[in-house]
Protein backbone atom coordinates (compact mmCIF):
# COMPACT_ATOMS: atom_id res chain seq x y z
CA UNK A 1 0.00 0.00 0.00
CA UNK A 2 1.60 3.22 -0.95
CA UNK A 3 1.80 6.26 1.71
CA UNK A 4 2.72 9.63 1.02
CA UNK A 5 3.54 11.80 4.00
CA UNK A 6 4.02 15.92 4.19
CA UNK A 7 6.32 17.44 5.58
CA UNK A 8 7.59 21.17 6.52
CA UNK A 9 6.76 24.80 8.43
CA UNK A 10 3.36 25.14 9.77
CA UNK A 11 4.20 28.94 9.65
CA UNK A 12 5.78 31.21 7.02
CA UNK A 13 6.01 34.66 6.69
CA UNK A 14 4.65 36.68 3.97
CA UNK A 15 7.71 36.86 1.08
CA UNK A 16 9.06 34.06 2.13
CA UNK A 17 9.41 30.84 0.41
CA UNK A 18 7.16 28.04 1.60
CA UNK A 19 9.13 24.76 1.76
CA UNK A 20 7.25 21.09 1.36
CA UNK A 21 8.29 17.71 1.01
CA UNK A 22 6.73 14.77 0.46
CA UNK A 23 7.91 11.11 1.35
CA UNK A 24 6.76 8.09 -0.78
CA UNK A 25 6.80 4.51 1.02
CA UNK A 26 5.13 1.24 -0.08
CA UNK A 27 6.71 1.93 -3.33
CA UNK A 28 8.94 3.46 -5.76
CA UNK A 29 8.71 6.64 -7.12
CA UNK A 30 10.71 5.34 -9.91
CA UNK A 31 7.64 2.40 -10.52
CA UNK A 32 5.27 2.26 -12.92
CA UNK A 33 2.99 5.28 -14.85
CA UNK A 34 2.27 7.80 -12.24
CA UNK A 35 3.34 11.31 -11.63
CA UNK A 36 3.67 13.11 -8.45
CA UNK A 37 1.97 15.66 -7.53
CA UNK A 38 0.95 19.05 -5.49
CA UNK A 39 -2.34 20.09 -4.45
CA UNK A 40 -3.68 22.55 -1.71
CA UNK A 41 -7.04 23.29 -0.18
CA UNK A 42 -8.54 26.86 1.02
CA UNK A 43 -10.09 27.01 4.35
CA UNK A 44 -14.05 26.55 3.20
CA UNK A 45 -13.53 24.04 0.38
CA UNK A 46 -11.86 24.77 -2.73
CA UNK A 47 -9.06 22.57 -4.08
CA UNK A 48 -6.30 23.92 -6.62
CA UNK A 49 -3.87 21.95 -8.31
CA UNK A 50 -0.50 23.51 -8.12
CA UNK A 51 1.61 21.19 -10.20
CA UNK A 52 2.81 17.62 -11.24
CA UNK A 53 6.42 16.06 -11.57
CA UNK A 54 7.93 12.57 -12.41
CA UNK A 55 11.07 10.53 -11.41
CA UNK A 56 13.13 11.91 -14.10
CA UNK A 57 12.81 15.49 -13.30
CA UNK A 58 9.89 16.44 -15.84
CA UNK A 59 7.45 18.94 -13.97
CA UNK A 60 4.03 20.61 -15.39
CA UNK A 61 2.62 23.68 -13.22
CA UNK A 62 -0.55 25.18 -12.88
CA UNK A 63 0.20 28.42 -15.24
CA UNK A 64 -1.51 30.93 -12.19
CA UNK A 65 1.57 29.52 -9.84
CA UNK A 66 4.39 28.75 -12.43
CA UNK A 67 6.42 32.09 -11.61
CA UNK A 68 6.78 31.17 -8.02
CA UNK A 69 6.69 27.32 -7.85
CA UNK A 70 9.66 24.64 -8.21
CA UNK A 71 9.40 20.53 -8.04
CA UNK A 72 12.15 18.64 -7.50
CA UNK A 73 12.17 15.07 -7.24
CA UNK A 74 15.09 13.02 -5.41
CA UNK A 75 14.97 8.88 -6.02
CA UNK A 76 17.52 7.85 -3.89
CA UNK A 77 15.35 9.35 -0.86
CA UNK A 78 11.94 7.87 -2.50
CA UNK A 79 10.54 11.76 -1.96
CA UNK A 80 9.87 15.30 -4.18
CA UNK A 81 9.40 18.40 -2.88
CA UNK A 82 7.68 21.61 -3.54
CA UNK A 83 9.18 25.09 -3.28
CA UNK A 84 6.72 28.18 -3.27
CA UNK A 85 8.13 32.24 -3.50
CA UNK A 86 6.64 35.44 -2.82
CA UNK A 87 4.02 34.08 -0.76
CA UNK A 88 1.23 35.87 0.59
CA UNK A 89 -1.66 35.74 3.29
CA UNK A 90 -3.15 34.13 -0.03
CA UNK A 91 -1.41 30.64 -0.06
CA UNK A 92 -2.47 30.00 3.23
CA UNK A 93 -4.03 26.60 3.02
CA UNK A 94 -4.06 22.86 3.34
CA UNK A 95 -1.29 21.38 1.23
CA UNK A 96 -1.69 17.40 0.17
CA UNK A 97 0.66 15.38 -2.02
CA UNK A 98 -0.46 12.50 -4.28
CA UNK A 99 0.60 10.18 -6.56
CA UNK A 100 -1.17 10.70 -10.36
CA UNK A 101 -2.18 7.93 -12.38
CA UNK A 102 -0.69 9.03 -15.70
CA UNK A 103 -3.37 7.95 -17.96
CA UNK A 104 -6.23 8.92 -16.92
CA UNK A 105 -4.61 12.16 -14.42
CA UNK A 106 -6.36 10.80 -11.84
CA UNK A 107 -5.02 11.52 -7.76
CA UNK A 108 -5.00 7.19 -6.18
CA UNK A 109 -3.18 8.15 -3.16
CA UNK A 110 -3.01 11.18 -1.39
CA UNK A 111 -0.84 12.39 1.41
CA UNK A 112 -2.95 13.46 4.88
CA UNK A 113 -2.35 17.37 4.10
CA UNK A 114 -0.39 19.64 5.72
CA UNK A 115 -1.81 23.20 6.93
CA UNK A 116 0.35 25.97 5.95
CA UNK A 117 -0.31 29.32 7.03
CA UNK A 118 1.29 32.47 5.55
CA UNK A 119 1.72 35.22 8.84
CA UNK A 120 3.87 37.73 10.49
CA UNK B 1 -8.48 27.01 -18.19
CA UNK B 2 -11.47 24.90 -18.28
CA UNK B 3 -14.07 25.65 -15.52
CA UNK B 4 -16.38 22.77 -13.89
CA UNK B 5 -19.65 23.93 -12.42
CA UNK B 6 -20.73 21.11 -9.53
CA UNK B 7 -24.50 21.02 -8.96
CA UNK B 8 -26.29 21.50 -6.94
CA UNK B 9 -24.46 23.06 -3.89
CA UNK B 10 -25.69 21.19 -1.45
CA UNK B 11 -27.80 17.82 -1.44
CA UNK B 12 -30.15 16.53 1.41
CA UNK B 13 -31.28 13.50 1.41
CA UNK B 14 -31.46 10.12 3.59
CA UNK B 15 -30.11 6.92 3.09
CA UNK B 16 -30.69 4.73 1.04
CA UNK B 17 -32.55 7.09 -1.72
CA UNK B 18 -30.33 7.94 -4.26
CA UNK B 19 -28.03 10.97 -5.24
CA UNK B 20 -27.41 12.15 -8.73
CA UNK B 21 -24.46 15.12 -8.72
CA UNK B 22 -23.59 16.87 -11.41
CA UNK B 23 -20.66 18.28 -13.44
CA UNK B 24 -20.48 20.80 -16.02
CA UNK B 25 -16.95 21.81 -17.91
CA UNK B 26 -16.73 25.45 -20.01
CA UNK B 27 -15.24 23.36 -22.50
CA UNK B 28 -15.01 19.73 -23.64
CA UNK B 29 -13.58 17.74 -21.69
CA UNK B 30 -11.84 14.50 -22.95
CA UNK B 31 -13.68 11.24 -20.47
CA UNK B 32 -10.35 9.75 -20.08
CA UNK B 33 -9.33 12.98 -18.04
CA UNK B 34 -12.34 13.38 -15.68
CA UNK B 35 -12.28 12.01 -11.95
CA UNK B 36 -14.55 11.85 -8.92
CA UNK B 37 -13.49 12.34 -5.32
CA UNK B 38 -14.97 12.08 -2.36
CA UNK B 39 -13.75 14.36 0.84
CA UNK B 40 -15.15 14.04 4.46
CA UNK B 41 -14.33 16.52 7.09
CA UNK B 42 -10.51 16.56 8.38
CA UNK B 43 -9.37 13.62 5.42
CA UNK B 44 -7.53 13.85 1.85
CA UNK B 45 -10.17 13.73 -1.14
CA UNK B 46 -10.53 10.31 -1.94
CA UNK B 47 -10.38 8.69 -5.96
CA UNK B 48 -14.09 7.15 -6.39
CA UNK B 49 -14.05 7.62 -10.59
CA UNK B 50 -11.50 7.73 -13.00
CA UNK B 51 -11.96 8.05 -17.02
CA UNK B 52 -15.68 9.17 -16.47
CA UNK B 53 -16.95 5.86 -15.71
CA UNK B 54 -14.16 3.69 -13.74
CA UNK B 55 -14.30 2.87 -10.14
CA UNK B 56 -11.22 2.99 -8.33
CA UNK B 57 -10.06 -0.15 -6.42
CA UNK B 58 -12.17 -1.08 -3.63
CA UNK B 59 -15.18 1.83 -4.39
CA UNK B 60 -18.63 -0.23 -3.70
CA UNK B 61 -20.53 -0.70 -6.83
CA UNK B 62 -23.54 2.00 -5.67
CA UNK B 63 -20.86 4.65 -6.66
CA UNK B 64 -20.76 5.22 -10.62
CA UNK B 65 -20.28 7.93 -13.30
CA UNK B 66 -21.87 8.71 -16.73
CA UNK B 67 -21.34 11.47 -19.40
CA UNK B 68 -19.46 12.88 -21.78
CA UNK B 69 -18.09 16.20 -23.51
CA UNK B 70 -19.55 18.45 -21.26
CA UNK B 71 -21.79 17.06 -18.93
CA UNK B 72 -20.40 14.48 -16.29
CA UNK B 73 -22.50 12.60 -13.64
CA UNK B 74 -22.07 10.73 -10.09
CA UNK B 75 -24.73 8.65 -9.35
CA UNK B 76 -24.93 7.05 -5.86
CA UNK B 77 -27.71 4.70 -6.23
CA UNK B 78 -28.74 3.83 -2.34
CA UNK B 79 -26.95 5.79 0.12
CA UNK B 80 -25.52 4.43 3.26
CA UNK B 81 -24.33 6.43 6.18
CA UNK B 82 -20.86 6.93 5.31
CA UNK B 83 -21.53 8.37 1.65
CA UNK B 84 -22.22 11.30 3.74
CA UNK B 85 -19.71 13.96 2.45
CA UNK B 86 -18.40 16.55 -0.26
CA UNK B 87 -17.70 15.55 -3.81
CA UNK B 88 -15.37 16.90 -6.24
CA UNK B 89 -15.27 16.42 -10.12
CA UNK B 90 -11.78 16.77 -11.40
CA UNK B 91 -10.43 17.37 -15.06
CA UNK B 92 -7.03 17.08 -16.88
CA UNK B 93 -6.89 19.19 -20.12
CA UNK B 94 -4.08 22.03 -20.52
CA UNK B 95 -4.37 22.72 -17.07
CA UNK B 96 -6.32 20.60 -14.21
CA UNK B 97 -8.86 22.34 -12.32
CA UNK B 98 -11.49 21.07 -9.96
CA UNK B 99 -14.83 21.75 -9.58
CA UNK B 100 -16.49 23.80 -6.73
CA UNK B 101 -17.71 20.55 -4.57
CA UNK B 102 -21.01 19.14 -3.95
CA UNK B 103 -21.92 18.76 0.01
CA UNK B 104 -24.40 15.39 0.17
CA UNK B 105 -25.57 16.34 3.59
CA UNK B 106 -28.42 14.01 5.92
CA UNK B 107 -32.36 15.33 5.32
Known amino acids: QVQLQESGPGLVKPSQTLSLTCTVS??????????WSWIRQYPGKGLEWIGN???????HYNPSLKSRVTMLVDTSKNRFSLNLNSVTAADTAVYYC????????????WGQGTLVTVSS | EIVLTQSPGTLSLSPGERGTLSCRAS???????LAWYQQKPGQAPRLLIF???SRATGIPDRFSGSGSGTDFTLTISRLEPEDFAVYYC????????FGGGTKVEIK
Open chain 2, 90 to 97: QQYGTSLT
Open chain 2, 27 to 33: EIVRSTY
Open chain 2, 51 to 53: GAS
Open chain 1, 98 to 109: ARVRATEVAFDY
Open chain 1, 53 to 59: INYSGIT
Open chain 1, 26 to 35: GGSIRGGAYY
